[in-house]
């Protein structure tokens, strides 16, 4: 009897230490995209001191394409956005990767086209919302397709037979944006991890 009361604790004290009970396991889920939006914005301001001024040059426009989305798993990492931007013809593309997503509505991905990508493809016009003709994005977890919308009606796979170019999406931490509204986007997760 004297062993048993002895052993109970230590069996409860490994029991409560193991990982499965100390963090609630990421796990797969359904996820669907509720919107896509496209805005033109310009660089945000910022003052400092300590250094030369560089004022950023509000012509310059951005373009934000956001995407809300709900999903269904209690926390899921490993999330892959992948964005196909449609200007004059061309598709930029471009990914993120976000982990610590919870469940519910109302979740936020987001990508930035900065304004020389947008000059390039626009043969060096004033940017316009007319010169991005549609977006698709498709949310992939594990290998696996999840979910895939565009912003205007169009066949499946639209984007497949046009020239695209990569790397001229940016994700929030790559841009001027990055320290702005940190509770509305999913956590990025960390090149290297």
């Known amino acids: 009897m004297k062993t048993i009361k002895l052993l109970l604790p230590a069996i409860a004290m490994c029991c409560l230490a193991s990982p499965t009970h100390a963090q609630t396991a990421a796990t797969t889920g359904n996820f669907s995209i509720t919107k896509i939006t496209k805005n033109l914005i310009t660089a945000p301001q910022f003052t400092y001191t300590g250094a030369e001024q560089y004022a950023a040059n509000q ?14 798993a209690e926390f899921a990492d ?27 509505k109302g979740n936020h991905s987001v990508m930035y086209v900065p304004p020389k990508a947008l000059a390039r493809f626009n043969g060096n016009r004033p940017v316009t919302p007319n010169a991005v003709q549609n977006i698709a994005v498709q949310i992939v977890q594990q290998g696996t397709q999840k979910d895939e919308a565009s912003f205007a009606r169009a066949t499946a796979k639209w984007y497949a037979a046009l020239p695209q170019v990569p790397g001229l999406l940016l994700n929030k931490d790559e841009t001027p944006f990055a320290p702005l509204y940190w509770d509305r986007y999913e956590q990025i997760k960390p090149p290297g991890h």
């Open 59 to 72: 012509r310059d426009m951005w373009l934000e394409v956001e995407v809300e989305f709900t999903s269904t």
């Open 78 to 104: 490993n999330v892959t956005f992948r964005y196909f931007v449609s200007v004059n013809g061309n598709i930029l593309t471009g990914e993120v990767t976000h982990m610590n997503v919870m469940a519910g």
